[in-house]
């Protein structure tokens, strides 16, 4: 018998998640006032589960490493969130929402989590409506919507080039509610450090006070994780510095497993490396592909200027290899066509890996509309153009500001220069159709997770499961659970199942202050980038990966016996906060190169150079890996394989194609 079971409803696939709803037990109010639930995470997945907890009458305690929820990593989201609304009556609806998330996942993602994130979209924009969420309007009021990546339908909604930060005020502001009622505390500064297991079910956490350097036990009659994604184990990412997998990966260590660790997405759209100088990556907004075109010059080492290259001279490699999509193929497929084109000699700027964004013919389209407005029907260019440049700046202007403002370049004269970066990671810890861990009482959400996303994520599909997740479907499901633990009170912290937790994490950190080594935190967190970019990255093969593995296994007894961290574990110590994390990402970093050399085929973010097309294409082999690989740690520096095979009941699996 399989050691995981997905625990998926039975019935039709349309109606799993109504009947799971209207069938499910259900915890009281009286009851829920004495069950505590812990929430790791403020971010969207976070900061939307602990608020709706609360207002369901959980006692709810939220922890962030950071000095608000504000900060947390959700803030940086550009481009916008998806719903199945159909506003643009484009031929949008849920099953249309569900095919493209399967089908941009490269059939690597489990149906009935997709058709229920598909199902909740919709609650999701009337919510953010009601909370205030500044999303954009049409000129009738009518919320407005944009393309991305990977559909033929405009179903993203957006608020300018900040979509995360209103979604996140929005959380934030049902968050901060629930804590002026009393119904949360709020734990800022906090770092989860362990995992508390009482008779198999986790009961609590171990938290490191970041300011005082203590640390602090915590009982939950269940704890939920919504920390975000581990990109950050390339050094070099679009994630936010302090991003980390800490949190999933104690967890990992204490029985859930950690699934598709493999899985990791490179944006098209970054603003390209500039030097060794350089600590974090930007991302430009995939919105940006909507409304720009694609292209490098025709002839190889060309040094002339964008401006100074006519237009039959141009190669919009995009639109020639992949008419029917375009510029809006996915992120993996438009990596994977920059990344060639640079190989191939054709690359633009100084590093000559880059492509350009050109918003020149757009611009002039919507400067051509305005002018129609006004009853002016045959403008000239240099009035398109003036036109059209107010409504790009209305739509981008953030994102152009501060592509100026990094670069010392007007994007609103030149054309962007653009390579792919690493962005997200659809890995994460495996979690059941109830979004519960390998760990009884331990759930999982947003990007934490491995559920939605499959082998790639589509754009503007994030900030969708993040609320999904918080809002729509964990309130439901973790009512499962608790309506078993109404009988079991709060179990004191001195219990010795929390002072053995904390004796471990007090045991790491004395060990890491202790080594005293020459080298820093930041010297071995590059290294561990540079092996993962290089032979883990955009492209893996077998000797390379295999080459990566004894690398980063002799850089971790490098870690562990030559680092120093100053100063002391009982105090403010950022650069132990960061040595625990680095740790912990050198040990992952491991377990996603043994996870892409398992993986025999191409697929999604996952490219091995050995299993591809004629045509450079992914070639996935679903005879041999249509499965969900989650791996047990054995607590030895071994992983074992379990595989939750995938069944496609309601959707024709088949070679992807956006031509």
Not at 332 to 353: I, P
Request: charged share 25%; hydrophobic share 35%.
């Amino acid at each position: 018998m399989s050691a995981i079971n997905s625990n998926i409803p039975e019935g039709e696939l349309t109606t799993k998640w109504t009947k799971f709803k209207s069938s499910v037990p259900l915890v009281n109010p009286s009851n829920k006032r004495s069950l505590e639930i812990i929430v790791v995470g403020s971010g969207l997945a976070g900061a939307s589960a602990a608020a709706t907890l609360a207002e369901m009458g959980y006692k709810v305690k939220c922890f962030c490493f950071q000095d608000s929820p504000r900060r947390a990593h959700s803030i940086a989201a550009q481009g916008g969130i998806n719903a199945a609304k159909n506003y643009q009556n484009d031929g949008d609806s849920t099953y249309r929402l569900f095919y493209d998330t399967i089908k941009g996942g490269d059939y690597r993602a489990r149906e009935a989590n997709v058709h229920r994130l598909a199902e909740v979209s919709a609650n999701i924009i009337d919510q953010c409506v009601a909370q205030g969420v500044p999303l954009a309007r049409e000129y009738g009021g009518l919320l407005d919507n944009r393309s991305f990546g990977g559909t033929q339908v405009q179903r993203t909604f957006y608020a300018a080039g900040q979509t995360g930060q209103q979604l996140l005020l929005g959380a934030y502001s049902a968050l901060e509610r629930q804590i002026g009622m009393g119904k949360v505390e709020m734990f800022t500064r906090h770092e989860m450090l362990e995992v508390v297991k009482i008779d198999g079910k986790a009961r609590g956490i171990i938290a490191r006070n970041l300011i005082t350097g203590e640390l602090e036990r915590h009982f939950g009659h269940a704890v939920v994780l919504g920390t975000g994604g581990y990109g950050n184990v390339f050094y070099l990412s679009t994630n936010a510095m302090g991003s980390n997998v800490t949190a999933a990966w104690k967890a990992n260590k204490q029985g859930a497993f950690f699934a598709n660790p493999c899985y990791t997405q490179i944006h098209p759209t970054c603003i390209p490396v500039s030097g060794d100088h350089q600590s974090k990556l930007t991302l430009m907004s995939e919105s940006l592909r909507n409304d720009g075109r694609i292209w490098v010059p025709k002839k190889k080492d060309d040094t002339r200027k964008a401006s100074e290259i006519p237009e039959d001279e141009r190669d919009y490699y995009l639109e020639r290899r992949y008419p029917a999509f375009g510029n809006l193929v996915p992120r993996d497929v438009a990596s994977r066509a920059a990344k060639e084109r640079c190989d191939a000699g054709y690359g633009v700027g100084t590093s000559k890996l880059a492509v350009y964004l050109d918003f020149k013919a757009n611009t002039e389209r919507y400067g051509r509309i305005e002018a129609a407005k006004a009853g002016n029907h045959h403008p000239d260019k240099e009035t398109c153009m003036r036109l059209g440049l107010a409504v790009i700046k209305e739509k981008y202007g953030n994102l152009f500001d501060m592509y100026a403002q990094i670069t010392g370049e007007n994007p609103y004269e030149t054309p962007m220069r653009i390579y792919p970066a690493v962005h997200y990671t659809m890995g994460g810890l495996w979690v059941d159709y109830n979004l519960m861990t390998t760990v009884p009482g331990l759930y999982c959400t947003g990007e934490a997770n491995f559920s939605d996303h499959g082998a790639n994520r589509l754009g503007a599909s994030a900030l969708m499961q993040g609320l999904a997740d918080g809002y729509f479907v964990l309130p439901y499901t973790i009512g499962q659970y608790l309506s078993k633990e109404i009988s079991v009170k709060a179990i004191p912290t001195d219990h010795p199942a929390f002072a053995e937790a904390e004796a471990k994490a007090k045991g790491i950190l004395d060990t890491l202050i202790g080594i005293k080594g020459t080298k820093s935190v930041d010297h071995f967190h590059k290294k561990l980038g540079l092996i993962m970019w290089e032979k883990c990255g955009m492209a893996r093969n077998a000797e390379g990966l295999k080459s990566a593995i004894a690398e980063i296994q002799q850089l971790k007894k490098d870690f562990w016996s030559d680092v120093r961290v100053p100063g002391s574990a009982d105090e403010y110590n950022p650069e132990l906060e960061k040595a625990g994390r680095v740790a912990d990402f050198i040990e992952l970093g491991e377990l996603m190169c043994i996870d892409a050399l398992n993986r025999n085929e191409s697929c999604g973010g996952h490219f091995r150079e050995e299993f591809q097309t004629e045509e450079g294409e992914a070639l996935r082999d679903d005879e041999n890996y249509a499965y969900v690989a989650a791996w047990e740690n054995k607590g030895d520096g071994s992983f074992e394989l379990h595989k939750e095979e995938l069944k496609f009941e309601n959707i024709k699996i088949a070679q992807r194609s956006y031509k």
